[in-house]
């Protein structure tokens, strides 16, 4: 522990460092950068520019916090003082920062954004970056998709961060997420799109939000995470706030199984919009999958184009009361049958738009969903479902 105390002053003595490539594109000329200072930051520190000149900087925007060097190239770049506020937020020198070596005294602020669009960035530090003060990392590492790794204990400490929207989004180099990484977030609300488009992420580590009770979205939370094969068991248990799982595991192409009683416990949820959309290599849905979705709406889109799905659970949605829209549901997929009372108890249903459309492969008779008083929307539900034996006596506008 000694040893380790140390080492850690000795990192934050160092302050923060970072190198930057000149002449990658940026509003900034070929031979500079500029640092992403923020008005509302506060600033006393000393840069020292690895050019052998330095400068001292108490204005965000002063002259100064843009550097001219001889020639173009890349260089270290040293900061130690007072530098609370950095934000590039998609927009200024984002291209031309490569690496973070060491995080030092720096403080980020609290406006989010603070790395967003910084493709080229991947960080090397192993001290901690002190986020104590801090209440949002939404948009903090969206578009770094030169990133390699998430650290472990990134986000320790913090009892107080709400946001991780888009924490990580299109971090296409990411393969796997550190055990207990939001272990010390109890106050998170929103992990909306956090990684999203991560391509690479290949697992999810057990109880990974576990002791985050108050989130409320996880929209598009693994979305587009084309690699990832399975979901853990029990991930949602203890967050019974959430509210919606719109697009939660949306094209993830490469899954192939989903955990019984994924969302038992979610009993807020009102819509599962796309949760499982063009999931092409899921071959079944577990029983009981949606039994804790007493009051879901928007049963939209769950399973469309889910290419490999040939069956659906008996009474899957018989606990969805609420249910009243199931557009496009299922789909082009490749099911073969519809059990018999699949939206028995479904009775405020108003729109079935699309729900079993070009799914060729079913066979034998189609619910008779147009009798329903007063009838829902049906535009096209079997459309192409021609080897449905009941398929001559289906309204032309529901095929």
């Not at 009770?213 to 019974?240: K, M, Q, R, Y």
């Not at 038992?264 to 009981?288: D, H, M, R």
């Not at 879901?296 to 008996?314: H, V």
């Not at 789909?331 to 073969?336: A, D, E, F, G, P």
Request: with cysteine; proline share 4%; net charge negative.
């Amino acid at each position: 522990m000694r040893t380790s105390l140390i080492y850690s002053s000795i990192l934050k003595t160092r302050g923060f460092e970072s190198t930057w490539k000149t002449d990658n594109v940026g509003p900034s000329d070929d031979d500079q950068i500029k640092l992403p200072l923020e008005s509302g930051g506060t600033y006393s520190f000393l840069v020292d520019w690895g050019d052998s000149s330095s400068d001292n900087i108490t204005v965000w925007n002063q002259a100064e916090v843009t550097h001219t060097y001889a020639s173009a190239g890349t260089y270290t770049v040293k900061i130690s003082g007072t530098l609370n506020g950095w934000r590039f937020n998609n927009t200024g020198d984002k291209l031309k920062l490569l690496t973070v070596e060491n995080w030092g005294d720096l403080l980020l602020g609290n406006n989010d954004g603070y790395f967003y669009g910084c493709s080229n960035l991947d960080i090397n530090a192993t001290d901690a970056l002190d986020i104590s003060n801090m209440t949002t990392f939404k948009n903090a590492f969206y578009d770094c998709s030169s990133l390699t790794s998430i650290s472990a204990g990134f986000f320790d400490n913090n009892p107080n961060i709400t946001s991780f929207e888009s924490c990580f989004f299109n971090c296409d180099l990411i393969t796997s997420i550190p055990s207990g990484l939001f272990d010390d977030n109890i106050a998170a609300t929103d992990f909306a799109h956090c990684f999203g488009n991560c391509d690479s992420l290949l697992s999810i580590p057990s109880g990974l939000f576990d002791n985050n009770p108050d989130v409320t979205t996880f929209d598009s939370v693994f979305d587009l995470c084309i690699s990832l094969t399975t979901i853990p068991s029990g991930l949602f248990d203890n967050n019974t706030e959430n509210t919606t799982f719109r697009y939660a595991f949306g094209d993830c192409y490469d899954l192939i199984t989903i955990p019984s009683n994924l969302f038992a416990y979610n009993t807020k949820v009102l819509t599962f919009y796309g949760c499982f959309q063009q999931c092409t290599e899921l071959v079944s849905i577990p029983s009981g999958l949606f039994d804790g979705a007493v009051i879901a709406t928007d049963l939209s889109l769950i399973f469309r184009a889910c290419s490999k799905l040939t069956t659906i659970p008996a009474g899957l949605f018989d606990n969805a009361i609420l249910a009243d829209t199931f557009e496009g549901c299922f789909r082009s997929t490749k099911l073969t049958s519809i059990p018999e009372g699949l939206f028995d108890n479904c009775t405020d249903v108003t729109i079935f738009t699309y729900c079993f459309a070009y799914t060729t492969t079913l066979t034998g008779n189609a619910p008779e969903l147009w009798l329903r008083d007063p009838e829902p929307t049906g535009t096209d539900c079997f459309v192409n479902d021609t080897n449905l034996t009941n398929y001559g006596d289906i309204p032309a506008d529901w095929k």
